[in-house]
């Protein structure tokens, strides 16, 4: 029931657009990878109602902006809202097509069935990760917001360099999650929107108010984009109620 109004919600978005449905396209779709179980469910729903096609290659957003830098010839993409400035500054965004998406936390994660760390508070935190027999977290060299802000939190609670050791940095596409749930790090660093993703981790909680820090995703029209009316629907849907509806039950929060 969820998905046939969900589905109606976009055929009503999408007609509201461009007043009708018809004229199917291919729209090529640069996206970050910590959206990719959301965009297993809503690409689908927005290629059925509206008829396009959609090819989306995932990778990091800092990853994704230098593509894009370089002239990376796509439709739509998403990228954290700083990145969407300053590609807008650098032409490569098409002014007034941005959308604010999402947003989402950062949170620790551990091993399904294993205790459950402490990080109620930030002293709590930095005692735990201390204790630690291994981290995990995505290396910042590859442009991911996760690793990035890991390693200044690090910094920040003045443990840095007690936790390298037994600091393990993975390289985009590899998954914290997955190698926490094989058991290759104690303690994860992801979003809280990942716990969707894959079994056998558990989601200790997000991180104290005091350091958390947030992930905010917006969406824009590539000026290279070939299909514009379809990437605008695209991003329609991604900003309507129908679309956040869905990054909502993936963890995400709506703007």
Known sequence: MMKTSLAAALACVLLGLTGTVAGAAEVRFLCPLAMRTVMAELIPQFERASSHKVTVEYATVGVITDR?????????TIVSKQQSDELQKQGKIVAGSRADVARVGYGVYVRKGAPKVDIQSVDALKRSLLAAKSIVYGDPAGGGPGGIY?????ERLGIAAQVKPKTKL???GDTVLEAVAKGDAEIGFGLTSATAAISGVELVGPLP???????????GLLVTSKQAEAGK??????SSSAGQSILKSKGFEPR
């Open 170 to 172: 993975l390289p985009p």
């Open 68 to 76: 894009i830098l370089k002239g990376d010839a796509a439709d739509v």
């Open 233 to 238: 629907a695209l991003i329609t849907f991604l």
């Open 150 to 154: 890991a390693a200044r939190l690090m």
């Open 209 to 219: 108010a005091e350091v958390q820090s947030y992930t905010e995703y917006a969406a």
